[in-house]
């Protein structure tokens, strides 16, 4: 039987600190790529809207994903092996995979949570064993497809939505409204291999929405919410 350790209260500040460290070091590839932005295309890169997506939150979203990885690595000695992917939007952040016990699954969930910023967690983890080569390669393949139609299609906000494939099963993810999140779905189930699809959406009102580029920077359908918490 896994024995899984319980979290100390230390690595909660650890984390907080090294969440700020890896933000604050990361500011001049950010405001390089601002100043790119407004010199080459004359774009707005900051909005006063709450739901647009800027690049400094974009990069929030990246160092989530990886101080939440390397905090559930570290929590458990049970987690070497393991399949884990984490995915950040806008401060939600995703876990899919798949670990041996129940216990670890509840584990990478806590753990996830002690990390600056990470406003909500969906754990989405499996418990068996881990995926092999061959269908993590067709997942990647599925998430290129799936994005690639949703920038394609007009009625899918393509650009706020991350897309997200394990074990077959595509995990929807952005701001959105009821009737884009309908029409990504839509998307989603028109490419052939997809297992099942689960909406892990923010949604507001169509007066709230502005358009925001946004770069990844990734049968019968059954159609569902997260289960996880």
């Not at 809207?49 to 990246?62: H, K, L, S, W």
């Not at 983890?125 to 799936?146: M, Q, Y």
């Not at 997200?164 to 309908?182: H, K, P, Q, R, Y």
């Amino acid at each position: 039987m896994t024995r899984t350790t319980l979290l100390p209260k230390e690595p909660l500040i650890a984390r907080n600190r090294q969440f700020r460290t890896a933000r604050r070091h990361g500011y001049g590839r950010i405001a390089a790529a601002a100043c790119a932005c407004l010199i080459l295309a004359g774009c707005s890169v900051f909005s006063s809207n709450p739901n647009t997506r800027t690049p400094g939150q974009a990069f929030d979203d990246e160092v989530i994903e990886r101080v939440v990885r390397s905090t559930i690595r570290e929590s458990d000695e049970g987690f070497k092996g393991t399949h884990l992917n984490v995915v950040s939007f806008n401060g939600v952040v995703l876990l899919t995979g798949q670990v041996p016990s129940e216990a670890l699954k509840l584990q990478a969930g806590e753990a996830a949570r002690t990390v600056a910023k990470a406003r909500k967690v969906h754990n989405e983890i499996e418990i068996r064993g881990p995926t092999s080569h061959v269908a993590r390669t067709n997942d990647s393949w599925l998430t290129s497809k799936v994005k690639s139609k949703l920038l394609a299609d007009e009625n899918a906000p393509g650009s706020r939505i991350k897309v997200e494939t394990d074990n077959g099963v595509v995990f929807l993810m952005g701001i959105v409204t009821t009737s884009e999140a309908d029409a990504a779905v839509a998307v989603a189930q028109s490419v052939f291999g997809v297992q099942k699809i689960v909406k892990v959406f923010e949604y507001v009102d169509e007066p709230l929405i502005e358009q925001a580029d946004y770069d990844d920077a990734p049968q019968p359908f059954l159609t569902d919410e997260p289960q996880g918490s």
